[in-house]
């Protein structure tokens, strides 16, 4: 299969580095990226054919073409304008698929007329092939085609087919999501160098304790559960899942969560045409 990915940065460059790692050859993809380093850099990291649109103005449309996916890996507010430099150079046939965080399946249409539209939620886990990758697709797309992106990105982690309507809970819970973990693992890290431990040591505990949590929510999804394993009665963790309770931890994270969705559902609005 042969794939294109416009706009390869963080996002575009971790779900190319888990498909390649998957399995796909290398030699069947051409990237693309703004400035001439970003590009070398890509290509001797990943091996993949880069073009930067610095060096070539022609980048973007020449890595499309012969494409039977093309990646769009540009900001939200670029797909307008990526959409019609490509006008003319992408194929009758190529699938679209749309990582844009804030451009919906109806602006996604509009702008590639007669393709089959896919619109994707990844997160930067891909990379590793950890990833959660949400994907929601137009009415037309046929299952032939939903089938094989599917297991491409099967490659890169968790494929969940979704309905457009929960794009904005995946996004809190996922793709805005992982950067929540990261978050409390700076706080973690912060608090426990505050009470004396030496940094390099702090960060790489909390670095393994999340590995181990993640490796045990994955054998079993039961968060509660796995916490109730940690916590005996008037103990150590009790004394600290108290404290969350009496700071309104849950009330925190149901905040921000629906804080990424509602963003997405804003940059929808801007981004629509009309
Ligand atoms: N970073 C993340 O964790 C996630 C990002 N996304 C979405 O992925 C998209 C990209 O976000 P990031 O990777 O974070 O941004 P980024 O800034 O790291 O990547 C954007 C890429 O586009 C390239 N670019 C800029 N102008 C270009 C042009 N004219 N032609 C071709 N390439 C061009 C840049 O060189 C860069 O490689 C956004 O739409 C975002 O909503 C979605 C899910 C998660
Ligand atoms: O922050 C953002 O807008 C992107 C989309 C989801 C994660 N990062």
């Given at each position: ?268 609005a801007e981004n629509r045409e009309g």
């Amino acid at each position: 299969m042969r794939i294109a990915f416009v706009g390869t940065g963080n996002m575009g460059s971790a779900l190319l580095a888990g498909i390649l790692a998957a399995g796909q050859d290398a030699e069947e993809v051409r990237a693309t990226t703004r400035s001439a380093e970003s590009a070398a850099q890509l290509g001797s990291r990943l091996g993949v054919p880069t073009i930067a649109v610095e060096d070539d103005t022609q980048a973007n449309r020449s890595a499309v073409a012969g494409a039977d996916l093309v990646f769009l890996g540009v900001k939200p507010w670029m797909l307008a304008e990526t959409a019609s430099e490509l006008d003319g150079a992408l194929p009758d046939t190529a699938t679209v698929v749309s990582m844009a965080a804030g451009v919906d399946l109806a602006t996604l249409t509009s702008h590639f007329p007669h393709r089959p539209v896919v619109r994707i939620m990844p997160n930067t886990p891909s990379s590793v092939g950890h990833g959660v990758i949400s994907l929601a697709a137009a009415d037309e797309v046929p299952a032939a085609t939903i089938d094989e992106l599917t297991s491409l990105l099967g490659g890169a982690g968790l494929v969940v087919r979704i309905g457009e309507e929960d794009m904005p809970a995946m996004i809190g819970a996922s793709a805005s999501g992982v950067a929540f973990f990261f978050q409390l693992a700076e706080h973690m890290v912060a608090a426990a160098v505050s009470q004396g431990l030496e940094e390099e040591t702090a960060r790489r505990a909390v670095a393994a304790t999340a590995e181990g949590a993640g490796r045990l929510l994955a054998d079993s999804p039961d968060p509660a559960a796995l916490r109730s394993a940690v916590t005996s009665a008037g103990g150590t963790t009790a004394a600290g899942i108290a404290s969350f309770a009496e700071d309104g931890l849950a009330e925190i994270v149901a905040r921000a969560v629906r804080a990424a969705g509602d963003r997405s559902l804003q940059m929808e609005a801007e981004n629509r045409e009309g």
